[in-house]
């Protein structure tokens, strides 16, 4: 059984960065694809961005481009989510997953493991 555990949530301004962790147990966390999707209110969830287990292929959302950035650390076990120039219409709970084929998909019907979620609020 793979455990998804997120962290660094956190309410910011428009224009502010946070850094979210995904910290892994019960696999071998460097054969995972990862990945991170959010949810606001009263929508789907969207894909934001993914990471293939040999870290050589990263796959972000267009609006993201630019201003994310996903990490991982094998020695730590942890995957990294980087937000830098948020946006109030980022507003939302955002979720890592685990995907077992370590192919890092932009779909989230790929993914076995998810996370419990964190908020992340960004004020106008």
């Known amino acids: 059984q793979v455990q998804l555990v997120e962290s660094g949530r956190g309410l910011v301004q428009t224009g502010g960065s946070l850094r979210l962790s995904c910290l892994v147990s019960g696999r071998t966390f460097n054969n995972l694809g990862m990945g991170w999707f959010r949810q606001a209110p009263g929508k789907d969830r969207e894909f934001v961005a993914a990471?293939?287990?040999?870290?050589?292929?990263?796959y972000y959302a267009d609006s993201v481009k630019g201003r994310f950035t996903i990490s991982r650390d094998n020695a730590k076990n942890t995957m990294y989510l980087q937000m830098n120039r948020l946006k109030p219409e980022e507003t939302a709970v955002y979720y890592c997953?685990?995907?077992?084929?370590?192919?890092?998909?932009?779909?989230?019907?790929?993914?076995?493991?998810w996370g419990q979620g964190t908020q992340v609020t960004v004020s106008s």
């Open positions: 990471i293939r287990r040999s870290d050589l292929n990263r």
């Open positions: 997953a685990a995907d077992l084929l370590g192919m890092g998909s932009i779909d989230h019907g790929e993914y076995d493991y």
